[in-house]
């Protein structure tokens, strides 16, 4: 799976994005798809996941409430709309993806096969 992350860009406070992860190659059919971000000089940490049967995703605490994760399993892509989005959530924002990750490894990246390459968000005061 080769995943490629687009939709990142300077947004000011309270602004919105939708960010978008297409799958060549392979569909996300059996995937568990999810967000990652990575601020400068800080780990990586989890943002959303969302497991192939579509239902009951699972978000960070810092995000509920403003980001949503969705799939288009036809497309082969996954979604991540932000919105209210503060100077906080300024990272690198990665897509990953795995197949066999069980649900009590989903906020631990080294548990997901797959990566895209990161789009920049930038969040403006």
């Known amino acids: 799976v080769q995943l490629q992350a687009s939709g990142g860009g300077l947004v000011h406070t309270g602004g919105s994005l939708r960010l978008s992860c297409a799958s060549s190659?392979?569909?996300?059919?059996?995937?568990?798809l999810a967000w990652f971000r990575q601020a400068t000089g800080k780990e990586r940490e989890f943002v959303a996941a969302?497991?192939?049967?579509?239902?009951?995703?699972f978000y960070a605490d810092s995000v509920k409430g403003r980001f949503t994760i969705s799939r288009d399993n036809a497309k082969s892509t996954q979604y991540l709309q932000m919105n209210s989005l503060q100077p906080e959530d300024t990272a690198v924002y990665y897509c990953?993806?795995?197949?066999?990750?069980?649900?009590?490894?989903?906020?631990?990246?080294?548990?997901?096969?797959?990566w895209g390459q990161g789009t920049l968000v930038t969040v403006s005061s």
């Open positions: 190659g392979r569909t996300f059919s059996g995937y568990t």
């Open positions: 990953t993806a795995s197949r066999t990750i069980i649900l009590s490894n989903l906020k631990i990246p080294s548990a997901y096969d797959y």
């Open positions: 969302l497991k192939w049967t579509n239902s009951n995703p």
